[in-house]
């Protein structure tokens, strides 16, 4: 029987369109690639070893795993040179860098079918010998090739053991105890997102941007999403498009105007929820808007708006909500906030301003909610491509209009997504996920405050 759709969820991949991988054989390796697939697709759990090998991967799929989101390999990722340590535990092993004696499994299928065989090209930095691996190969030929990076040569793993292999298994014993703790933190986190099934969350904001990115990796794990903004016709836009993933056992999400600026109403849209669900799993307070104009030339209603919008519309929601998680004695309340909610920025003062109490917040309602057992977790990241700087409010109210080079080249919202899921899953207090220039901005302003502002007063705008 030919197979050929890819299993990964939501993907409509065909051969025709890319090529198609098999899954391995071997078990230990067959569990490392269901690490990474099950999130994606949590059916696949439930299947046998023959149903998963009539499965396929596409090559999209399987490149977004093996190189990641900024084009750098992992590692400890999708099958990336997998050692014979790794395949014989079923684990990845941390990433230490390139090994010259480093052995690698080839992994090839016996029987030659129309799918294409994974085949990756490995080149040492700074060698030109370049080295094709292929990933599939039965369990009982994997310790008859094994390749030298930085040698053209492929030698016999049964020849007589040089020092540079007793070196290797030194590594391999020293990060013995990594190897066991990833096995059990991998299992774990597996098992925790198999368990977001049916989680009802209410996404603020989910009209674009985070919001939407959060909407498809909340629903692709099996919740109950509520989507929630003041653009109705985005949210239908939005609703389509996760429908037309036609996940199996999937719950039609769920559409609800909301102006964040409309404190009144607030506790009239949580009832709504209510009305459809009787319970909210996880909300996450993603909805906002951004600020760009000195202090000097920003109207104070400017400051109001955005104030309301970031942080009052955020709190009216959590109130809302809180009750009847207290009630159950559970509950993840997410704020998504900003690195300028740790460090102040000229130019950004409102919003600046707004998510520094809306850190505070957060911390004091995590305080606060331990004894109900209910998590908070504040977000804060760096510079994201969204529409942020373009819907962005000047001084004197009117939109800005303009896409900010730090913006255009930040994380795709899909990257932020994933990561503010993880520390759902995990039950994290905060996540700051950021450029190199946010980490160093927090450093900085906690260890040498005067450095920060001098250079904080470099970078203002001159006003008169």
Known sequence: ????????????????????????????????????????????????????????????????????????????????????????????????????TTEHNYCKEQNEDDFTEAVLVVRKPGSDVTIEHNYYKEQNDCSKSSVEIGSSDVGNSHEQPSSANFSTVATVVENKGMVVYKLLYKSSLWSRKVTLK??????????????EALAHVFYDHGCRVVLASRRKSELERVKQEL????????????????????????????????????????????????????ILHTKLEVF???MCINYFGSVALTKATLPKMVERKCGHIVFVSSVQGLVGLPDRSAYAASKHAMQAF???????????????????????????????????????????????????????ASKILDTVVNKDNELIISQFIGHFAIFVRRTLPSLYFYLTAKRATKTS
């Open 198 to 211: 049916g989680k009802v969350v209410v996404i603020t904001g989910a009209s674009s941007g985070i919001g």
């Open 1 to 100: 029987m030919v197979y050929e759709k890819c299993c990964v969820g939501g993907c409509n991949t065909t051969r025709e369109t890319h090529r198609l991988f098999r899954f391995p054989r071997n078990d230990n390796l067959r569990n490392l690639w269901m690490a990474f697939i099950v999130p994606t697709n949590p059916q696949l759990i439930v299947l046998s070893k023959e149903q998963l090998l009539n499965k396929r991967v596409c090559e999209k799929h399987f490149d977004v795993f093996q190189f990641g989101n900024e084009g750098r390999r992992l590692r400890y990722s999708y099958p990336s040179l997998l050692t014979d340590n790794e395949i014989a535990h079923g684990v990845p092993l941390t990433a230490t860098g390139w090994d010259v």
């Open 362 to 416: 957060g911390d004091s309602l995590r305080a606060e909610m331990k004894q109900h057992n209910i998590d908070v977790s504040v977000i804060s990241p760096g510079y994201v491509k969204t529409s942020v700087s373009l819907n962005a409010l000047t001084g004197t109210g009117e939109r800005h209009g303009v896409m900010d080079k730090s913006t255009a080249a930040g994380f795709t919202p899909e990257y932020v």
């Open 243 to 294: 429908m037309s993933k036609k996940i199996a056992s999937s719950i039609e999400p769920i559409v609800l105007e909301l102006d964040l600026a409309d404190l009144d109403h607030s506790e009239a849209f949580i009832n709504k929820v209510y009305d459809t669900f009787s319970h909210i799993d996880i909300l996450i307070n993603n909805g906002g808007i951004s600020h760009r104009g000195s």
């Open 304 to 306: 109001k708006q955005i």
